[in-house]
């Protein structure tokens, strides 16, 4: 039983780490109808970010998020602003192509600078775990990185319904033509939103760092966690990515311990095959933005 | 005047041209440079361990051709090694060999890893190349008959069982239970196999191997269903991200064995600075120590090889994939030298037939292409650094057990 209380404790953290990793891919692809190929990159320059910081001045990671997140908020801006939203109206296999090679310079870019070498941010306390009874251990820096998830998705959500820009966001995301008569700047809009993406990506990036290894080579697995957690939770609800990146470790973690190891990730995307036959836009998803891409 | 300057004008450029054609039919005829082919893992997962790979060949060319080049037949010839990045995909791999072929070249320096270079030993054997394999220690690739593929390296099938023998012969007080976490790539489950065998040969308790993905950074399902037999000894048959994996995980998920015991990660510099203090203690097999025993022309002892490749690249430290990457090269050097040719057949037999001391150890194959003469190390992370504790003979230090700090 303690068993038990282990595998679903540890997925659950691990399901928030990779909600905060998968909420900013699912806002830009629900709004801007982009799916971001490039997306597990900016998670990975967020570590490097995040970890040159704690090298220079010996910052925690936790909190390097924040100069982690404004500087990736900066770059996210500027790709958009300059270079995403050229092709912004093209169908969407532009964007792909787009991305993927914006995924490819970044990556290999990192590579150059970091030589592959794998890294992680050492801190005292993150291997440390809180012990609970029957020996079910919670491991501080995995609980930490679960609780700030779950407390900036609930912190987008809340600014998208109530603040001017976040109504603007999401007024854009349903037409972007009738924000435009409504004095909304759409490429404005645009930037701030894959901006905002970054910068979750960035500190998503900085708790990684922290409770595993991260090098550029891992920038792909990102990606695909991202895509895996927003089908599942489905768009057009800030919702959406916390609730398929805490299915995903859940159910990753029960796969891993009932079945033998080798087979999580076909559970995983077994469970995305369901999900999608049963309920096409995803968990918390609308359907009006699961039936909008365009091809 | 104006005529006369057309004439010369057209013979200088008709000169040059017979020239520049010349220069081209390169490759492996005796113009002047042995150029080798290799496939290595510039990006993708493997990228950390292609680059090391190459940074060993990159010692071997400087040193040869900074003592004159190699000497085949009455010719000295610069030696140039020509790299594609197979991206870290093995089909990729093998498709670079036609690439080479195509292009002439016969001579082939082996990519990063076992599955690389079982795609890539299958090519070279169609192609009638010749391979010189630096780290595919899997033994299925030696399996399958090919003639034309020769492995300076100890197969993986002594990676993991090193460790249970340095644990069954130095470890004091002695385990009695051993858990296994191997990643689920061939080489990884071959050096498991051949462990679990060696450890219940000598008496261990051997509690079920547990396979992850390979190239995972969570094997917390692994350690969790571990964790209720409470294991003496967790030996890793893993790469870097899945060692990092099982030592950290560890800690947060209190499985707490007397010591740690992993194949291919330890001695790389990453598997310190991913971990930094929970690195401490933690064994690891290697194919090369400076203390291994031998010497060659090229690069002297262990040590002195040590000190080129500190010399190469700003005093950093050499680990054991920059020298098996070095010995894989000075093999194909030496094989060249003694046939007096750079022709594939006449290499290929000459490499069958070596038999030479090296800074690497004994390198000699035997009729798979193994090189079995040599044996595999293991060294422990002390204050930081690797350091040779087994076999006792070319120890630099005692193994401290329990070895696991936390």
Known sequence: MSQFAQVTIYGLLQGGLLALVAVGFSLVWGVMNVVNLAHGAFVITGAYVAWEINRAVGLDPFLAMIPTAVVLFALGYVIQRGLVNLVVNAPIFITLLLTFGLNLLLVNGMILRYKANYQSIPTSYATQSLVLPGDVRVPYGRLIAAVIAVALTLALAWAVRRTRLGLSILATGMDRGAARLMGIRAAHVYAVTFGLAAAMAGMAGAAVGTVSTFSPADAGRFTLFSFVAAVLGGLGNMYGALYGGLLLGLVEAWGGNLLPNTLVNAVAFAVVVIVLAVRPQGLAGRAFYASRVEV | ?406
């Open chain 2, 1 to 406: 005047m104006r005529l006369k300057l057309a004439v010369i004008v057209a013979l200088a450029l008709t000169v040059a041209g017979c020239g520049s054609k010349g220069e081209q039919t390169t490759n492996n005829t005796p113009t002047g440079t042995l150029t080798i082919g290799a496939s290595l893992s510039s990006t993708g997962s493997l990228a950390r361990e292609g680059i090391l790979t190459k940074e060993g060949y990159d010692v071997c060319v400087n040193v040869v051709n900074g003592k004159g080049g190699v000497q085949v037949g009455n010719q000295k010839m610069k030696l140039e090694i020509k790299y594609q990045d197979d991206t870290s995909k093995s089909d990729l791999a093998g498709q670079l060999m036609d690439q080479f072929n195509d292009g002439g070249l016969k001579l082939i320096l082996g990519p990063y890893g076992s599955g690389a270079t079982a795609a890539a030993a299958a090519s070279v054997e169609r192609n009638g190349q010749v391979m010189v394999d630096s780290s595919g220690a899997d033994d299925a690739i030696f399996t399958k008959g090919y003639k034309r593929t020769f492995a300076v390296l100890s197969p993986a099938t002594l990676y993991a069982t090193s460790m249970v023998e340095a644990i069954n012969e130095l470890a004091t007080p002695k385990p009695t239970s051993i858990a296994f976490i191997s990643a689920d790539d061939g080489f990884s489950k071959t050096a498991t196999t051949a462990a679990v065998a060696r450890a219940q040969a000598l008496g261990f308790t051997v509690i079920p191997p547990e396979y992850v993905p390979n190239g995972t950074t969570d094997v917390s399902s692994a350690l969790t269903k571990i964790k209720p037999a409470n294991p003496d000894v967790i030996i890793g048959s893993a790469h870097l991200a899945e060692g990092v994996a099982i030592v950290k995980q560890s800690t947060e998920l209190g499985v707490k064995p007397k010591g740690f015991a992993e194949t291919v990660a330890p001695p790389t510099p990453d598997f310190v600075q991913a971990l930094s203090k929970s690195a401490e203690g933690v064994l690891g097999s290697t194919q090369w120590t400076i203390k291994t025993k031998g010497t060659d022309k090229w690069f002297g002892s262990a040590s002195d090889y040590a000190k080129t490749f500190a010399g190469q690249f700003n005093g950093r430290e050499v680990e054991y994939h920059g020298a098996e990457a070095t010995a894989a090269c000075l093999a194909l050097v030496l094989a060249v030298e003694k046939a007096g040719s750079t022709d594939p057949t006449k290499v290929r037999d000459t490499l069958a037939g070596l038999n030479e001391q090296s800074f690497f150890g004994p390198i000699k194959f035997n009729d798979k292409g193994q090189n079995l003469t040599k044996t595999m190390g293991v060294i422990q992370i002390q204050n930081g650094k690797p350091v040779s504790v087994w076999p006792k003979d070319a120890a630099e230090a005692p193994m401290k057990w329990p070895g696991n700090a936390a």
